[in-house]
C-alpha cells in the first residue's frame, strides 16, 4: 500500500510549480467550490475572528485560503524531489537567534501555529539550523501516508518525536543541545485541564505542555510566524520571548504567545488553517481557575 501511494506522488512531484500550480488551482475548485470541504467550519471560524469583516470580505479571505490550503498539500508533494537548493529559493529567515544560542550551547524552544507552509519551513530550517532542529508531530492514523510523511520530514536531519510518545522521546535530548519546534496552537483533548484566555474575542482553550516544558527546562523561547509573499515564497519571522521561561508567571508566557499569533493571523489571515476546528470547546465557569487572561471571559459573540 505505502508504494501504491509513493510512486505515484513521486513521479507528480517531478513536475515543475507551474505545473502543480495548475493542478491545485482546479484541486480548489473540486475541493471546495464542487464538494464544499468543510464550508460550514471555515465560515463559522472566520466568522469568530472576524465579526468586524463584511461577509464580502471574509469570503475573500476564505477564496485565497481556498487556494493556500491546496498549494500547501502540492507544495508538500514537491518535498518528495526536492534538493537542498530548492527551500533556499522559496524560503527566507534569518536564523541569528537560533545561531546565538547554538554557540552558547543552550537548548531552545520554538513556538509557531498552523501557518502555511509549515512542511516547506521545517526542510529549510532543518538545512541551516547549527543545532539539531527536533519537532512534535501527531502521527497521520493512515499507516502508509504516516510513513510517508515521516520520510521526507526527516530527509535532511529533523528528528520527529510523535506527541503520543514526546515524554519518552525528551529523555534523548535532555542533555544535547538542540532546537524544539512545537506547534503550539494545538486544540487541547481536555479543556478542564488546559488554559483559557480570549483568542479573537472568543474564550478558547490553550494547551498547557509548551509552557510547562519550557519553564521546567529553564530554556529560551523564540516565538515564530510565517508570511507569504508570493506564491511559493514564504518568510519567517522570529521573536525572542524570554531567555529563561521559568523566570515568567504560569500562563505568562501563553499569553504572550497568544497575542503574538493573533496579531500575525490578522496580518494575513487566509495563511491560517481555517478548516480545523480551533474554537470546538465552550467556555464554562468549571474552567474558572484555568482563567489566565487579565482581561474578563468575552462571551458576548
Not at 80 to 90: C, E, I, M, S, V
Not at 91 to 117: I, P, R, W, Y
Not at 188 to 205: I, Q, V
Request: aromatic share 16%; charged share 25%; hydrophobic share 40%.
Amino acid at each position: 500500500m505505502y508504494y501504491l501511494i509513493y510512486v505515484p506522488l513521486f513521479l507528480l512531484s517531478l513536475l515543475p510549480l507551474r505545473v502543480l500550480y495548475v493542478l491545485s488551482d482546479v484541486a480548489s475548485f473540486l475541493l471546495f467550490r464542487v464538494f464544499g470541504y468543510r464550508r460550514q467550519v471555515i465560515d463559522g471560524n472566520l466568522a469568530i475572528a472576524f465579526p468586524e469583516k463584511s461577509i464580502k470580505e471574509r469570503n475573500t479571505i476564505k477564496r485565497k485560503f481556498h487556494r493556500n490550503f491546496t498549494d500547501s498539500f502540492i507544495e508538500t508533494i514537491k518535498c518528495l524531489t526536492a534538493a537542498k537548493n530548492f527551500y533556499d529559493k522559496h524560503c527566507k529567515t534569518d536564523f541569528s537567534l537560533f545561531d546565538q544560542f547554538a554557540a552558547e550551547g543552550v537548548s531552545c524552544q520554538m513556538h509557531a501555529c498552523h501557518q502555511f507552509n509549515w512542511e516547506w519551513i521545517n526542510l529549510y530550517w532543518s538545512i541551516h539550523l547549527k543545532q539539531p532542529l527536533v519537532i512534535v508531530y501527531m502521527p497521520i492514523s493512515s499507516k502508509p501516508l504516516d510513513r510517508l510523511f515521516y520520510k521526507f520530514r526527516t530527509r535532511y536531519g529533523t528528528h520527529m518525536l510523535s506527541a503520543t510518545e514526546s515524554r519518552k522521546g525528551f529523555v534523548a535530548w535532555r542533555n544535547k543541545t538542540h532546537a524544539l519546534a512545537l506547534i503550539a496552537d494545538q486544540k487541547p483533548a481536555a479543556p478542564g485541564y488546559a488554559y483559557w484566555l480570549n483568542f479573537f474575542h472568543r474564550p478558547t482553550a490553550f494547551v498547557t505542555g509548551p509552557e510547562k516544558n519550557a519553564a521546567m527546562k529553564k530554556c529560551p523561547v523564540i516565538f515564530g510566524r510565517a508570511f507569504k509573499t508570493a506564491r511559493g515564497k514564504y518568510e519567517s519571522s522570529l521573536t525572542l520571548a524570554c531567555k529563561d521561561a521559568s523566570l515568567l508567571k504560569p500562563g505568562e508566557l501563553t499569553v504572550m504567545y497568544r497575542n503574538y499569533i493573533e496579531d500575525a493571523i490578522r496580518r494575513q489571515p487566509d495563511m491560517y488553517l481555517w478548516s480545523h476546528k480551533r474554537f470546538k470547546h465552550q467556555w464554562s465557569e468549571e474552567y474558572r481557575n484555568m482563567w489566565i487572561d487579565k482581561n474578563p471571559v468575552e462571551t458576548s459573540i
